[in-house]
C-alpha cells in the first residue's frame, strides 16, 4: 500500500464519517420533531382535560343549586301555603318557613337577649296569624 492509497483510504474514512454524521443529524432533526408534537398534543390532551374537569366542577354545583330549588317548590307545593302581607308584597310561606322566622325574629328582638320588646311583640302578631 502506498502513501497515496493511504491517503485515499484516510479521505474514504473522513468522507464515511461525514455521511454517518450527516445521517445522524437528519435523525436527530427528525426525532426532535417528533417529540415537539407530542409535546404539543399532550399539551393540547391537558387543557382539555383541564376543561372537561372545570365544566364537570360547574355542571355539580348548578345541580346542586337545581336540587335545592327543586326540593324548595316541592316542599312548597306539598306544605299548606299561607299567605303573609308585608306592605303591599304577599308572600306564600309554610308553617315550616313561618317558624324559622318565629325564630330568627326572636333571636334578634327578644327582650332576653338584649333586643326590643315591641319589636318582638310586632312580629308575634304578624306571624300568629300565619300559624292557624
Request: proline residues 3%.
Amino acid at each position: 500500500m502506498t502513501d497515496h492509497d493511504s491517503a485515499r483510504g484516510i479521505e474514504n474514512d473522513a468522507l464515511w464519517l461525514q455521511n454517518e454524521l450527516n445521517e445522524a443529524l437528519k435523525t436527530i432533526r427528525s426525532l426532535r420533531r417528533q417529540l415537539n408534537k407530542e409535546l404539543q398534543r399532550q399539551a393540547e390532551t391537558e387543557r382539555a382535560q383541564n376543561m372537561t374537569i372545570a365544566n364537570l366542577a360547574d355542571a355539580g354545583r348548578e345541580q346542586v343549586v337545581l336540587r335545592r330549588e327543586r326540593d324548595m317548590w316541592r316542599k312548597r307545593a306539598e306544605g299548606n301555603l299561607t299567605p303573609f302581607h308585608v306592605g303591599g308584597l304577599t308572600i306564600d310561606l309554610t308553617p315550616a318557613e313561618v317558624s324559622a322566622i318565629r325564630k330568627a325574629m326572636a333571636r334578634l328582638h327578644h327582650p332576653d337577649t338584649g333586643g326590643d320588646a315591641e319589636r318582638m311583640k310586632a312580629w308575634n302578631a304578624a306571624l300568629d296569624p300565619l300559624e292557624r
